[in-house]
T-cell receptor, first 111, second 113 residues
């Protein structure tokens, strides 16, 4: 089961771009990388998912290098409402039932 | 609206009592999950179910039990054997089109008095 390593916390200011990097050295060939956002006392919310290179949606971008041992979630022009915990997950490809949520990265956006 | 509902939002129980947390989904998802979250920590998997009448233990199943009699429902019972049950409990589901995208309910905060 591929586990992940993320920074415990990050600070940013409104309007800045934030990049959160996740290490997943044991990622398997058919694993996808998924990021979730969680606000206090709420369930996590899916943000973005990717396998390799770059994925972009209306909320964020996900950059994955060729070796796939890390990934970077990029949040453009953050606002106060982006203050949350961000989790990086690596899905075990042939056993989709097992997801490992680490402690995540607590992003604090300041005015 | 499609989604996952959990009830109650807050639950209090006395030590030694069993309590059942409800989780219902109308997303037509096959797989459902229960997680536990302690303050400042990530989510830990308690049980999961791929199909009706089948479920598997997660990483911290001791002191918990589940059933999956209907596709829409996956209730979790916290038994008196669970030594430290005070936590935030989250239910989730995934569909067959995207197994990596889990949809979460709003959670139930359980406090043992």
């Amino acid at each position: 089961l591929a586990k992940t390593t993320q920074p415990i916390s990050m600070d940013s200011y409104e309007g800045q771009e934030v990049n959160i990097t996740c290490s997943h050295n044991n990622i398997a060939t058919n694993d996808y990388i998924t990021w979730y956002q969680q606000f206090p006392s709420q369930g996590p919310r899916f943000i973005i998912q990717g396998y390799k290179t770059k994925v972009t949606n209306e909320v964020a971008s996900l950059f994955i290098p060729a070796d796939r041992k890390s990934s970077t979630l990029s949040l453009p022009r953050v606002s106060l409402s982006d203050t949350a915990v961000y989790y990086c997950l690596v899905g075990v490809g042939d056993n989709f039932n097992k997801f490992y949520f680490g402690s995540g990265t607590k992003l604090n956006v300041k005015p | 609206d499609g989604g996952i509902t959990q009830s109650p939002k807050y639950l209090f129980r006395k030590e030694g009592q069993n309590v059942t947390l409800s989780c219902e989904q109308n997303l037509n998802h096959d797989a459902m999950y229960w997680y536990r979250q302690d303050p400042g920590q990530g989510l830990r998997l308690i049980y999961y179910s791929q199909i009706v009448n089948d479920f598997q233990k997660g990483d911290i199943a001791e002191g918990y039990s589940v059933s999956r009699e209907k596709k829409e429902s996956f209730p979790l019972t916290v038994t008196s054997a669970q030594k430290n049950p005070t936590a935030f409990y989250l239910c989730a589901s995934t569909g067959t089109l995207s197994y990596n995208e889990q949809f979460f309910g709003p959670g139930t905060r359980l406090t043992v008095l």
